[in-house]
Each structure stands twice: as C-alpha cells, then as structure tokens.
C-alpha cells in the first residue's frame, strides 16, 4: 500500500479545502483511490438528476462505478440510458436490488423470477439487503442469516457468471462472511457510524479478512465526517488497516452536498449570443467563472414541443470550478428558415440548473437552390437528400443515368421560401452504376452524383 492521504485529496481542490495537510506534488499526498471508487444511486437521485450531471460528476471525482438501484420508483429506461453512457465514458455500473422481505417471505422462485428479469449485459448485481433493519432481527438473528445466505445462493445461481456484489454491516457473524465470501465477487463493508478513523478501521478489518484483496471494498458515508480531510484520514487508515485500495460513497446526494452544495452562484455567464452559418446556427458563449460546474445543455424553442436539448457542452473546467474566463461553443445541425430562440441549461455538479437568457437567430437560405448530398453515398437500398428553393417557385428533382436518360423524377411541384424538404431515393430496382440528381428551379440547376452498388 502507497503512504497517501487517499480518495478524497482530489476533492479537497474543490470549493471545502482547506488543509495543509494536502498538497499537489507532495507523494505522501497522492490520490490513491481516486481509480477504484463507487458511487450509490438511489431512485430518487434517478428521478431528479440528469444523466449528463451523473456522468459528468462521476468523471470529474474519478468515480469508476455507479451502483444504480433498479428496484421500485427507478426510472428503468432512464437506467440503461445512463448505463449506456456511463460506459461510453469508461464507468462501470452495478444494478442494486434491495428486497429485505426476501428473508422474511420471499421464495425461491420469487428472486428467480425478479433476477431473470433484469437485463445485466455486463453489469454487476448487487444485492443490499438489510435483515437487521428489522424490529425481531435480534431475536431471530440466525434465523434471517441463514435466508440471507439462501438468497445469495438463489441469486448466484441465477447469474451464472455475471458478477455479484453485496453490501453488508461490518458486525454480523464471523461465520456469515464466512459463507458469504465463495458466493460473492465483492463486498461492500458498510462501516457507517461516527467513529475515530482507527476505530473504524479496526472493526472494518475483523469482517475484511474473510474476503480476498479483490473481494474487499468499503463503503462509507460522507455525513459521517465534519470535513475532507478527516474524512481522507479515515481513507488512509482503513485502506492500509483493511488491506483494500476499493471504496464506495454512500451515496449520490450526500455525496453532492459534502463537496459543496448549491449556495453559490455556480457560473458567472459573461455573453450568450448566435450567428447564423448558412442553414445552421453558431452558439458562443464565455464564463467569468465557475463552480462545481457540470456542464451546459443547449436547448432550442420548438412550436409544438416547448423548449428542447440539442446538445451538450461539458465544463473546461478541472473540476467544474475555475476563476479563469473559459470561452465556448456549439453548432446546431441544419435547421428551417426562420427565427429560432437558444438558451442554455447550466448544470451543477449535483444536477441542479440555472437557465440563461435566450437569444434570436434569423436563418436564412443564401444561394437560389440547394441540394444537399445524398446519404449514404454509395448506396446497395437506397439514399436520402434535402433540396430547397429561397424563393417559392416550381422546382423539379430528377435522377439520370450516365447517359443523360432521365430514370426517375422524385419531386415536382411547388418549392420555396427557404424550407428544405427531404426526399428518398429507392435505390432496389436500378441497375448498379453511376447516376446524377438534378434540381432545376428557376431558370437555374443543382447537380449531385450517386453510385448504386450491388
């Protein structure tokens, strides 16, 4: 084990430092478990967080799993969506279950069935069951155990080869950990509770050593510590007194409001503006500076649909915080003639938000005519193109072989006033060659070429 103040000296640079007890470059005050972090989830920080916010802290804080509860109240689809960009970010996640009636009530059949139906690919399950949270736990100490151990055999069958993870209070029974220890890939040690960090470290280690190093992790409160740094102290005296580099933060929320909470302005926003760039539009913006700051989701006023995202900026910010000017910006795709309203949602690190003022772009057509490129290009089925007209007139779209034949019109009528209109070229019934696309309007002609393969 590295001599190191531990996970949490990444996070004394944010706004609660404080301590001179850490200092960049000094090796006896390295991150140490900064690359083997978890991060509890619950429902109600999936309902109210945005998957961006997530992700976003997580990367920031090194966390390299989420452990998201999939159980009543989750936002399931919401769930796989954040599991899908989670990993694209290289985070891992944990699917928790917490059913405590399993071992008062639950069937065998019941926990196959619920398990079965939970699409892991990939993930870790992990069970949190709590049969002390229950009044008779105490009379009936054995007999919640030995159904908590049946559980986990039910499950472990279940899985097959998927991971299983548990979190578990660090005072039960030698003899539970014992049984649990062949069943589960990893356990998290819950040493929760105000106690000197030696202390803890000492009762955490009696319930460690029934694991292995990789089986080992603890999992810990943020609201247990008055500070960053007592918190890190604990970090260094149970990863070396446990024998573990593996901690998991109890959980999203708490951990959010320990890092810093919400009372200051988050970004100071210097300007906001937008220029139009032919058929799309250029956001620009700069901060004064930052703090705790995620990200900024760009949204764009539609009719009928309200104010919706089109996109996402992260912070440039190490951290999301900074006191330097930090300049951005971000370009829509095409859009319709017209005026359109952007605004931006910035968004905390503990996913609160804060709206900018709008602002207007008028987006006009520049040229007579425009026909885009079809897509894909070459083609086996077929192709899709966008054309369009700045003045409203009779407009015609054709498709010629390389003779010059006409093979096929795919538009005719009335264009115009800057709209662009999308057109599907069927490529099935033609021969595989070259072929042109020509838009005629006006007195004037757009061409672009198409090759159909077989």
């Given amino acids: 084990m590295k001599n190191a103040v531990g996970l949490f000296a990444l996070l004394v640079g944010l706004a609660l430092v404080?301590?001179?007890?850490?200092?960049?470059?000094?090796?006896?005050?390295?991150?140490?478990?900064?690359?083997?972090?978890?991060?509890?989830?619950?429902?109600?920080?999936?309902?109210?967080?945005?998957i961006s916010s997530i992700v976003d802290l997580a990367e920031t804080q090194n966390i390299e799993r989420l452990?998201?509860?999939?159980?009543?109240?989750?936002?399931?689809?919401?769930?796989?969506?954040?599991?899908?960009?989670?990993r694209k970010s290289g985070i891992a996640t944990e699917f928790l279950l917490a059913p405590n009636y399993w071992v008062r009530s639950g069937e065998p059949e019941d926990v196959r069935s619920r398990v079965n139906g939970i699409d892991l690919q990939g993930s870790t399950l992990h069970i949190n069951i709590e049969p002390h949270a229950y009044d008779d736990f105490d009379q009936r100490t054995a007999e919640y155990l030995r159904r908590y151990l049946e559980v986990l055999r039910v499950v472990r069958e279940s899985i097959g080869d998927s991971k299983l993870a548990v979190s578990v209070p660090v005072w039960w029974p030698d003899s539970t950990y014992r049984k649990m220890a062949p069943i589960v890939d990893r356990a998290y040690l819950m040493a929760y509770g105000?106690?000197?960090?030696?202390?803890?470290?000492?009762?955490?280690?009696?319930?460690?050593?029934?694991?292995?190093?990789?089986?080992?992790?603890?999992?810990?409160?943020?609201?247990?510590?008055?500070?960053?740094?007592?918190?890190?102290?604990?970090?260094?005296?149970?990863?070396?007194i446990v024998g573990t580099d593996q901690f998991?933060?109890?959980?999203?929320?708490?951990f959010v409001e320990f890092i810093g909470g919400t009372n200051e302005l988050p970004v100071e926003l210097g300007h906001f503006d937008g220029t139009a760039v032919e058929t799309s539009v250029r956001l620009a913006w700069q901060t004064v500076s930052e703090t705790n700051n995620a990200g900024f989701e760009v949204q764009r006023q539609d009719d009928e649909d309200g104010w919706t995202q089109i996109g996402y900026v992260r912070s440039k910010a190490s951290g999301g915080t900074t006191t330097?000017?930090?300049?951005?910006?971000?370009?829509?795709?095409?859009?319709?003639?017209?005026?359109?309203?952007?605004?931006?949602r910035q968004v905390?690190?503990?996913?609160?938000?804060?709206?900018?003022?709008?602002?207007?772009?008028?987006?006009?057509?520049?040229?007579?005519?425009?026909?885009?490129?079809?897509?894909?290009?070459?083609?086996?089925?077929?192709?899709?193109?966008?054309?369009?007209?700045?003045?409203?007139e009779h407009a015609e779209l054709a498709l010629y072989d390389a003779l010059g034949r006409r093979v096929r019109t795919l538009f005719q009528g009335r264009s115009g006033g800057g709209r662009m209109q999308t057109v599907r070229l069927r490529a099935g019934s033609l021969s595989a060659g070259t072929y042109f696309l020509r838009l005629r309007a006006g007195g004037q002609a757009r061409t672009r070429r198409v090759t159909i393969v077989q």
Avoid: C
């Avoid at 089986?215 to 260094?236: F, G, I, K, M």
């Fill in 194 to 240: 105000e106690k000197e960090p030696r202390e803890r470290a000492e009762q955490t280690r009696e319930a460690a050593r029934h694991f292995s190093p990789e089986q080992r992790a603890v999992a810990l409160r943020p609201e247990d510590y008055p500070s960053p740094s007592v918190l890190n102290q604990t970090v260094q005296a149970v990863g070396d």
């Fill in 324 to 344: 330097q000017a930090l300049s951005y910006r971000f370009e829509t795709g095409e859009l319709p003639v017209g005026k359109h309203q952007f605004r931006l």
């Fill in 348 to 392: 905390h690190l503990n996913g609160a938000s804060t709206l900018s003022d709008s602002v207007t772009v008028r987006v006009q057509m520049q040229e007579a005519l425009r026909l885009s490129a079809p897509a894909p290009n070459p083609t086996r089925s077929g192709a899709t193109l966008r054309f369009g007209t700045k003045e409203a």
């Fill in 18 to 50: 404080a301590s001179s007890q850490v200092r960049a470059g000094d090796p006896e005050h390295e991150d140490r478990f900064g690359e083997r972090t978890a991060l509890y989830i619950w429902s109600d920080a999936l309902q109210s967080q945005s």
């Fill in 67 to 86: 452990i998201l509860s999939v159980g009543q109240g989750s936002p399931i689809e919401k769930v796989k969506a954040l599991k899908a960009q989670a």
């Fill in 248 to 254: 998991a933060l109890h959980d999203f929320e708490s």
